[in-house]
């Protein structure tokens, strides 16, 4: 079951990525601020997090590359750095997929038992002039580099800050 999962969300970000003609890097540098919820749908282990993104305006093919820290109330902590691109749904509307890699710390938070994890996250925003302001859902979790692989699901209010 978990394998078909990967592979769907494998099989939809090469569908995204090959077949959107709207797809674009993003021309500025941005910062993102982000406050919302860690691990939202579970019942235990909640807290808030607070989030800082550096996104580069730098162009590989259509991917920039993203450097950032999360942290949640519970003293957890991840510093990540990966790629994302723009999909502009419309003149106001921009769909924004990330891949990330990097150092999570517990604190007193979820255990996700390793310290290498990976993140994934989506984030639909309205564009104001050129600031965004959107909702963000995530993903970190081990990529089952070895048993358990618990994961947590974030969703977040996002602010993107041209620079």
Request: aromatic share 12%; proline share 4%.
């Given at each position: 079951?978990?394998?078909?999962y990967c592979l769907?969300?494998i099989?939809?970000?090469?569908?995204?990525?090959?077949?959107?003609?709207n797809i674009k890097?993003?021309?500025?540098n941005?910062?993102?601020l982000?406050?919302?919820?860690?691990?939202?749908?579970?019942?235990v282990?909640?807290?808030?997090l607070?989030?800082?993104?550096?996104r580069?305006?730098?162009?590989?093919?259509?991917?920039?590359?993203i450097?950032?820290?999360?942290?949640?109330?519970?003293?957890?902590f991840?510093?990540?750095?990966?790629?994302t691109?723009?999909i502009?749904?419309?003149?106001f509307?921009?769909?924004?997929?990330?891949?990330?890699?990097?150092?999570?710390?517990?604190?007193?938070?979820k255990?996700l038992f390793?310290?290498?994890?990976f993140?994934?996250k989506?984030?639909?925003?309205?564009k104001?002039n050129?600031?965004?302001?959107?909702i963000?859902l995530?993903h970190?979790?081990?990529?089952?580099l070895?048993?358990?692989?618990?994961?947590v699901?974030?969703?977040?209010?996002?602010?993107?800050?041209?620079?």
């Amino acid at each position: 079951m978990l394998k078909k999962y990967c592979l769907s969300k494998i099989l939809l970000t090469l569908f995204i990525v090959l077949f959107t003609s709207n797809i674009k890097a993003q021309n500025n540098n941005y910062i993102t601020l982000e406050t919302g919820t860690f691990d939202f749908n579970k019942k235990v282990k909640k807290s808030t997090l607070i989030g800082l993104e550096y996104r580069s305006g730098t162009d590989i093919l259509f991917l920039n590359p993203i450097l950032g820290v999360m942290a949640n109330t519970d003293k957890g902590f991840f510093i990540f750095a990966g790629i994302t691109t723009d999909i502009h749904l419309s003149s106001f509307l921009v769909l924004t997929p990330s891949f990330s890699t990097g150092y999570y710390n517990k604190g007193n938070s979820k255990d996700l038992f390793y310290a290498l994890e990976f993140r994934s996250k989506l984030e639909l925003a309205l564009k104001l002039n050129n600031y965004r302001l959107g909702i963000s859902l995530s993903h970190i979790s081990n990529a089952s580099l070895g048993p358990p692989n618990p994961g947590v699901e974030n969703i977040a209010v996002n602010l993107t800050i041209p620079l």
